[in-house]
């Protein structure tokens, strides 16, 4: 049924007009109603189109609409998981989905390993806490549909049952990223804290010296990096292996994995110095035949092997220096280069002067009081001895580090004490002195100097892996889990690389954790009006949110429809 008009007479009238079919089957037309001419219809038909209204409970012409219900779904981060799902996917990590597809695991593992990478770096959790940061985001491209603690856990078992397949994917993804034609790789460790009290088979938790000077159940991880500050390598060691035991089964594995590197500059730490490591070092060959180049600092406490060469050295151009002098000498078939900065130099001069004249003060007052009461004259307090006088001085120089030069005269019966003045010069011709051990051709001493200050970089990673990605402390027990939580967290370090070196170039002014929080205001929110089906969107990006895309080279987030909500 519906409304037709129609002309008579020059006249046009509103009709109500219905379809039929007659005994024959063909459709026609007749007219139910002549609702009056069309000039004269005005408000005299509301009440017939309001009656109809009623009748299919509508709301009557002119009446207010009832105001929609609407139900708010709490709004979901998207913006920094987006962007790092998208970083993990460009630099090819999704290959890890091939690794783990051959397994007969039910779990997507895949998803399960990045989820707990960008976890590391959005909201770094435990594994129980990884649960419940994932109910404030939107995942793009995430698979599963629930995830537990156990699904976690045999993720990072699965990680280890196939350590080879994961790292030679993560091999593969670095090798464009690296210079092929001259590789500087700077190698250092640094403890991990580890909590628990349980022994295992094979535990690497073991008690040792922490970074931070304290003896603690920990675990030892060497990671190695590019000039540049990409991390390429990673492994775990027990928490008291020696620094030196390390260099060589490292250097090995970085060797093995990245074969095509035409030259390769090693630069490691003062702690990874031995003769035993030197002479092993100049055996090493790549893979083209070309002898490894390493550059390597000497320990202070090895200092005194250069005396012969660094007298003559520090009297002729460092003693009136005022600014950073340089020198380059032979020293076993090998280049030493020594760099002197005055300002360094004069500063620890005068602080250890300082520390020298607090501890004679000190000790000349034990010695005072000792005559005053041989001599009969009483003080307050208990009474002191020599032999007392003796261990308190001798621990208070110890804790200086000054035994060298003040010598406590532990043998005799009397309290004395002595100034080592040939020590005392000696530790101020090193100060501010850098010794450098390297084999490497074609560099000058300036560009030995370089690189090896740019080793400051790896600490500047630990930090990261130690404050924002939280690797430590770990409460896992087993060692092969251990193991598995430092792969999560090295992921996560080249994940905060990549970010920081595109950020770096696009001069964007952010760094990896402002950008982050930066995105994480980009929000997923779903809606419902009147009871109906969700409706989905994704706030609209501010303009620093969309620099820092286009700093990173990732797209806006894209439709709704590609989250999972769990």
Known sequence: MHVKLTTSGGRRYVQLVESYRDEAGRVKKRTVATLGRAEQVDGSLDAVINGLLKITGRAPMGAKPPAPTVSFESARALGNVWALTELWKSLGFSELRRVFRRTRRTTDVEALIRLMVLNRLCDPESKLGVLRWVQTVALPDFGPKAVTHQQLLRSLDALMDHQDEVDAVVAGLLRPLIDQDLSVVFYDLTTIRSEGLSQQAGDVRQYGMAKEGLIARQFMLGVVQTAEGLPIYHEVFDGNTAETRTLLPTLSKVLERFPSVQRLVLVADRGLLSLDNLEALKAVRLASGKPLEFIVAVPGRRYNEFIELLEPFHEQQCATATQEVISEQAWNDLRLVVAHDPVTAATKTQQRNERIDALI???????????????????????????????????????????RIIKVDLGEELFSYHIDEKAKRLAEMMDGKLLLVTNAEGLSAQSVIQRYKSLADIERGFKVLKSEIEIGPVYHRLPERIRAHASICFMALILHRVMRSRLKAADAGYTPERALEQLQRIQHHRVRLNGGEPVAGVSTPSTEQNEVLHALGIEKPAAPEQLALL
């Open 361 to 403: 003060r000190q000790a000349d007052q034990w010695s005072g009081k000792l005559t005053e009461q041989d001599e009969g004259v009483k003080h307050r307090g208990r009474k002191l001895s020599d032999s007392g006088a003796k261990a308190r001085l001798y621990h208070a120089v110890s804790e200086a580090h000054l035994s």
